[in-house]
Structures are given as structure tokens and as C-alpha cells.
């Protein structure tokens, strides 16, 4: 019972901080009238936090097998969630901006964590059961 929640609360909480901190406490600039490519990394964060945090929720429900392997596509997903802000889209190129300061640097160490703690949960799930 403790791997199956190790292995999913953190997916679920790291998701939904992925998807939401662009739009709350580590805000991107605003749209005024041309978006800039902080609005769109945000946008995109949205589906990816989603994404991870629905692979939480599945996981409560499955096999430890299977937990390995949604463990394996959070993993993934956490890491595009740090290349969205870095190498794909990137922020402001500003770099007294709030988007290139906080959004940034947020959304790198929430994937990060995401990364650490899917790991846990996958070496966890693939050890085998004790005996009593």
C-alpha cells in the first residue's frame, strides 16, 4: 500500500504544480498584444502537468508492473516539462524578467523532482515482495 502511494501522490501533487505555476505563483508575463514564447511555454505546461498528474491517478489503480511503467512516462514527461522552458519554446529573453527568474527556475526543479521521486517509485515497485 505505501509503494502503490509513494508511487503515485507525488506524480499527482508535481503534475498539477507543473500545469498550474505558470498562471499562479511563478507567473509568466502578460499577453498584451503579441504573445511572447513565456505565454506559449505556459500554455504548454498545462497539457504537460496534466498529463503527469493523470498518470498519478492512474497509478493508483494498477498493478506494480504497470506502475513501473507509468512511472517510466511520468519520467518522461517531467522531462519535457523542464526542455518546454529551456529548448523547445523557452521564456523571455529578458533576463530581469519574472518569466526568465521564477517561471523558469520553477518549473526546472518541479520536473526535477518529478524525475526523483518517479524514480523512487519505480525501484520500489520493481523490488521484490518480502515474505512473511
Same mark, same amino acid.
Given at each position: 500500500?505505501?509503494?502503490?502511494?509513494?508511487? /503515485?501522490i507525488? /506524480?499527482?501533487?508535481?503534475?498539477?504544480?507543473?500545469?498550474?505555476?505558470?498562471?499562479?505563483?511563478?507567473?509568466?508575463?502578460?499577453?498584451?498584444?503579441?504573445?511572447?514564447?513565456?505565454?506559449?511555454t505556459?500554455?504548454?505546461?498545462? *497539457?504537460?502537468?496534466?498529463?503527469?498528474?493523470?498518470?498519478?491517478?492512474?497509478?493508483?489503480?494498477?498493478?506494480?508492473?504497470?506502475?513501473?511503467?507509468?512511472?517510466?512516462?511520468?519520467?518522461l514527461?517531467?522531462?519535457?516539462?523542464?526542455?518546454?522552458?529551456?529548448?523547445?519554446?523557452?521564456?523571455?529573453? *529578458?533576463?530581469m524578467?519574472?518569466?526568465h527568474?521564477?517561471?523558469?527556475?520553477?518549473?526546472?526543479?518541479l *520536473?526535477?523532482?518529478?524525475?526523483?521521486?518517479?524514480?523512487?517509485?519505480i525501484?520500489?515497485? /520493481?523490488?521484490?515482495?518480502?515474505r512473511?
Amino acid at each position: 500500500m505505501k509503494n502503490k502511494l509513494f508511487a /503515485s501522490i507525488p /506524480s499527482i501533487v508535481f503534475g498539477a504544480l507543473i500545469a498550474i505555476a505558470p498562471h499562479t505563483f511563478a507567473y509568466v508575463c502578460k499577453v498584451e498584444k503579441m504573445p511572447m514564447a513565456c505565454h506559449w511555454t505556459a500554455q504548454a505546461e498545462i *497539457g504537460v502537468g496534466a498529463l503527469i498528474a493523470v498518470l498519478g491517478v492512474i497509478a493508483l489503480f494498477v498493478a506494480p508492473q504497470i506502475r513501473i511503467g507509468l512511472n517510466v512516462a511520468a519520467v518522461l514527461g517531467a522531462l519535457l516539462a523542464i526542455a518546454v522552458p529551456t529548448v523547445l519554446i523557452g521564456v523571455c529573453p *529578458g533576463a530581469m524578467m519574472h518569466c526568465h527568474m521564477v517561471a523558469r527556475p520553477t518549473l526546472i526543479v518541479l *520536473g526535477v523532482l518529478t524525475i526523483i521521486f518517479a524514480a523512487i517509485g519505480i525501484w520500489l515497485d /520493481s523490488r521484490p515482495a518480502k515474505r512473511a
